[in-house]
C-alpha cells in the first residue's frame, strides 16, 4: 500500500485538511455531486483509523464552510443530512477518538446539532485523538468574534487594552484547546487556503496534492508527511539557529 517510509518518532501532532475535490470526483463519473460526499465520507473514516494508528493527536476536517451556505439549497440539505447519518460512534470508539466540532454552530439545523452534541457527549473520554470538524466555519467569522469578546471585555473594564497579546487572541478563538496544526494538507489541486484556519496556519507546513477527497488513501497521507518530515520548521529562526537548537543536521 505504500512504499513512502516515514519516521514515526516526528509524526506531526496536529494535521489539518481541507477536503477538496468531492463534487468534481462525483461530476467526472457522471453522478450528483452529493454522491462525491457520501464517498468522501468513506476517506474520513479511512484516515481518521490512520491518523490514530499513527499516533496523531489532532486531526481537523474543514467540512462546511460559512461560504457554502451560498449552495444550491438541494446541495445543502443533502450535506446536512450526510452530517446526520455519518456521525457514527462505531468510528470513535473503535479508534478511541474523541469528536469536537468548531464553527457558527447557531446556524445549523437543530437536528444537526443535537446530533454534534450527542456525538461530543458520546465520545468526551476518548483519549487516543481527537477529531475536529469545523463545520459552519470560517477563519474570518472566528476572528470577527473573537474581537467582539475581547472588545466587550476591554469596554467592562476587565482586559486592559495596552495588555492584549498573541496569547490573549488565541484564547479566544475556537481552536483554544487545541494546539496549531503541524501540517495543512489541501486535496483536489487548489493552491489556496480558503479562509481556513488563517490566525493557527502562520507557521504550519503547506501540502498540496492534486488527487480528490474521495480517492485520498492511506498512501497519500504517508506521502503528505513524509513531505512534511524533509522540511526544517525554523519559526523565524536560521538554518543555523535551528540546528544547533536540535542539535541535527540542517535540512535543505
Known sequence: MNNVEIDMNNVPQHIAIIMDGNGRWATERGKERSFGHQAGVDTVRRITSECTRLGVKYLTLYTFSTENWNRPADEVAALMG??????????????????????????????????????????????????????????????????????????????????????????????????????????????????????????????????????FCEADLHKAIASYQGRQRRFGKTEEQVENDNNTPVTK
Not at 482586559?159 to 495543512?184: G, K, W
Open 82 to 215: 450526510l452530517v446526520l447519518t455519518s456521525l457514527e460512534d462505531e468510528i470513535f470508539m473503535k479508534n478511541n477518538v474523541r469528536f469536537r466540532v468548531i464553527g457558527d454552530i447557531g446556524r445549523l439545523p437543530a437536528p444537526v446539532r443535537e446530533k454534534l452534541q450527542q456525538t461530543m457527549d458520546n465520545t468526551a473520554g476518548n483519549s487516543a485523538m481527537t477529531m475536529v470538524v469545523a463545520l459552519s466555519y470560517s477563519s474570518r467569522w472566528e476572528i470577527t468574534e473573537a474581537v467582539r469578546t475581547i472588545s466587550r471585555k476591554v469596554a467592562e473594564g476587565t482586559l486592559q487594552v495596552d495588555s492584549i497579546s498573541e496569547e490573549d487572541v488565541a484564547r479566544h478563538l475556537t481552536t483554544n484547546f487545541m494546539p496549531d496544526p503541524d501540517l495543512l494538507i489541501r486535496t483536489g489541486g487548489e493552491l489556496r487556503v480558503s479562509n481556513y484556519l488563517l490566525w493557527q496556519i502562520a507557521y504550519s507546513e503547506l501540502y498540496f496534492c492534486d488527487t480528490y477527497w474521495p480517492d
